[in-house]
């Protein structure tokens, strides 16, 4: 269903990314932190490509922290959201049932962009993306399947093979990364990957897997795990 919502809003919301609508589905229903919190002028005009633009007026509402999860930026984007979803929501969802998921999710998107706002609150550029809350998915992941093993990729110029590494060690890769690469964007203005977000939503489902999970889930996953590793 979260994916149906993604496709649904890149298709009907956002014209597949075509200019105008892109454009419109950023300025309205992107979260604008610094139109939010009153941090940015009225009038004030954001360029987000040749002759578009958002004019901030200041009537932004709070829906935004929801309605920025289902929005992106381009098909790179969504395309690498979703597949991340795929990979690793199920999983979780089996672990807390459809409906605690779902709270669950959003949960961790609203963690995301508070983290993202915490670091700079009168952004002015729009933030979109699924990649907050499925951070927070990859954070339940880590912590309820820190075994499982998840074939990559490997690149070594030329040569491509690929190599089934432990989740616990592929997602504190990815969550290094994260914190890596939001300390020098503290320092700079402007936009781009948040970072922060990623990383909010990575601590959030951490957190909030422990008491979301289904109350029967814990002794039939370690009866599970007897083994000496699982494969997701």
Do not use: K
């Amino acid at each position: 269903m979260i994916i149906g919502l993604n496709i649904a809003s890149w298709v009907f919301v956002q014209g597949l990314g075509s200019g105008e609508p892109l454009a419109w589905s950023l300025c309205n229903l992107g979260l604008i932190p610094g139109e939010l919190f009153d941090r940015v002028p009225a009038g004030t005009i954001i360029p987000l490509g040749e002759n578009l633009g958002c004019e901030l007026t200041g009537d932004t509402t709070v829906l935004t922290l929801v309605t920025h999860m289902f929005l992106h930026g381009g098909w790179f984007h969504i395309i690498g959201n979703l597949w991340f979803l795929w990979i690793f929501g199920d999983n979780v969802e089996d672990a807390m049932g459809p409906i605690r998921f779902f709270i669950f999710y959003i949960a961790c998107g609203l963690a995301a962009a508070a983290a993202q706002i915490f670091t700079d609150p009168a952004a002015a550029i729009p933030m979109v993306g699924a990649s907050g809350a499925i951070g927070g998915v990859m954070g339940a992941y880590a912590r309820l399947y820190p075994r499982a093993r998840i074939v990559t990729l490997i690149f070594l110029g030329f040569y491509v093979t690929t190599v089934a590494l432990p989740a616990i060690a592929m997602l504190g890769y990815w969550f290094f990364i994260q914190i890596a690469g939001g300390l020098p964007a503290l320092q700079e203005a402007g936009g781009g990957v948040a970072f922060w977000a990623h990383v909010g939503g990575f601590l959030a489902g951490l957190i909030l897997v422990g008491p979301m999970h289904r109350p029967d889930y814990l002794a039939q996953h370690l009866r599970h795990a007897a083994g000496p590793y699982d494969r997701y």
